[in-house]
């Protein structure tokens, strides 16, 4: 990266880093800082929290995968990795229900009310590693921007982006996050108009919408993959389901629903920057938008930065604020140490300040970002039964841990690959994924339901 560059770059790390804390707003009390409420007490408004689910579930390493999987597969890969999206409106229709019909305050309370405390706990510690991971994987994709794995640049852009994405949590809580998620969400699609305005005229408009093949060993098995999680992956997500819980049931529903739909669209679309890559033939080298970036020139590679930078910091502020509302103030309603009463502001801003650097440990070491998605999604299969078929259950703890354990055993077999070939549906890439997560959701299903039999 030559002078010019590493200013631009640099330049509007700086900016951006000064310009959120500056706009955002200070919570004055408890209720705005883990509930997102005004200092009258007021909830989220429709629109801001529609803004603030879209961006804050479009994550960096997301938009990254869409584009790799485009390069891949072109847009049969696009669709499988934006299917997820369509997640967004089964957990908002799955939470209305709970709240309408159980009258719980967050979904450890309706777990704890349904199958037990220790099913609470069980789901509350998946979180916590799906928040963890949030951290290291959000903040090395801004890193790459700037630097390789290794040299000082990309840990330092790295670090400095967690600093500045603290500063502004730390000043408002989750009032701040949401707050910023729709300026985020007004940045975001802008620069990505901004990315297909370069990427569209210099390819023939059918050929890039119609590249690619709907067969099991060109990425229509990693679509299926998407369509059987969308009834468990967002479950242990906290910065989804956190904005379950914050304003009116009919409300929060419409919101669910347009954000996820929004969400598919701009995934996809973003996606077609590794279509692009697959056309004329540029390597994508495991980050299809930096390579694209780098070959369309220096405009388009800022551009490609800046999407990663606000989808990463939308990601990042709401991590650390479910992070500060699961340790703050869910785990101590669930040990029964705590009363209704929220606990102080500064508790929840200990707890971010701990993960904002334990959480890039990861990074230091050189993990994978690009298998966070597919894995987790497997691990937590047996979360499809519980949310799907609690109706059919009063008080039955067997139901929730026959289930949640036997997907997390399932998913961690297939990650250490211990499962056998013969689960494998199809010959593509995505085949043993595929058999895992269709045969564990029955499996999840039937241990489910064995306390009916």
Not at 2 to 12: I, M, P, Q, R, V
Not at 90 to 112: E, H, M, N
Not at 436 to 448: D, H, K, W
Request: glycine share 10%.
């Amino acid at each position: 990266m030559n002078f010019t560059e590493a200013s631009l770059f640099w330049g509007f790390l700086l900016v951006y880093g000064v310009v959120m804390y500056w706009l955002s707003p200070k919570s004055k009390n408890a209720n705005s800082f883990y509930k997102g409420a005004d200092d009258q007490g007021n909830p989220v408004g429709q629109w801001s929290l529609t803004a603030s689910i879209f961006i804050s579930w479009i994550f960096a390493k997301s938009v990254t995968n869409a584009a790799n999987l485009g390069a891949a597969y072109g847009v049969v890969g696009g669709l499988a990795y934006a299917s997820y999206w369509l997640s967004i409106p089964v957990a908002g229709y799955v939470i209305y229900l709970i709240r309408t019909q159980t009258g719980a305050r967050s979904l450890q309370d309706f777990l704890t009310s349904r199958f037990g405390r220790l099913a609470s706990l069980a789901f509350a510690a998946a979180i916590l590693i799906r928040l963890y991971n949030e951290v290291w994987s959000n903040t090395a994709v801004v890193g790459g921007y700037f630097g390789l794995p290794g040299e000082w640049e990309y840990y330092a852009a790295a670090m400095l982006f967690t600093v500045f994405t603290l500063a502004y949590s730390l000043k408002g809580g989750l009032r701040s996050s949401i707050f910023t998620d729709v300026i985020q969400a007004f940045v975001f699609v802008f620069f990505v108009g901004a990315v297909l305005f370069l990427i569209i005229p210099a390819n023939d408009t059918s050929a890039l919408l119609t590249n690619g093949e709907f067969r099991l060993n060109a990425g229509f098995d990693l679509l299926l993959v998407a369509l059987l999680q969308l009834f468990s992956y967002p479950f242990h997500d906290p910065v989804l389901t956190d904005r379950g819980f914050v304003n009116k049931e009919k409300t929060m529903l419409k919101s669910f629903v347009v954000a996820g739909l929004l969400g598919f669209v701009a995934v996809f679309i973003f996606s077609l920057v590794g279509v692009h890559a697959r056309l004329n033939g540029i390597e994508a080298m495991g980050n299809a938008p930096a390579a694209v970036g780098q070959s369309l020139g220096l405009a388009a590679l800022f551009f490609m930065s800046v999407v990663m930078m606000t989808s990463a910091g939308s990601t990042l502020d709401s991590t650390f604020t479910s992070l500060a509302k699961s340790l703050a103030v869910d785990l101590p309603r669930l040990a029964q140490r705590a009363s209704d009463k929220l606990p102080s502001m500064r508790v929840g801003a200990i707890v971010m300040v701990i993960f904002a650097f334990l959480g890039n440990l990861p990074m230091f070491a050189g993990t994978d970002i690009l298998k966070a998605t597919t894995i987790s999604g497997t691990m937590v299969m047996g979360l499809a039964p519980v949310f799907l078929f609690y109706g059919f259950t009063k008080w039955s703890p067997w139901s929730f841990h026959l289930s949640f354990w036997t997907g997390l055993g399932l998913g961690v077999l297939l990650a250490v690959g211990l499962i056998p070939s013969s689960w494998a549906i199809g010959d593509g890439k995505y085949a043993m994924l595929l058999g895992v997560n269709a045969y564990g959701f029955l499996i999840c299903t039937a241990g489910f339901s064995c306390h009916l039999w």
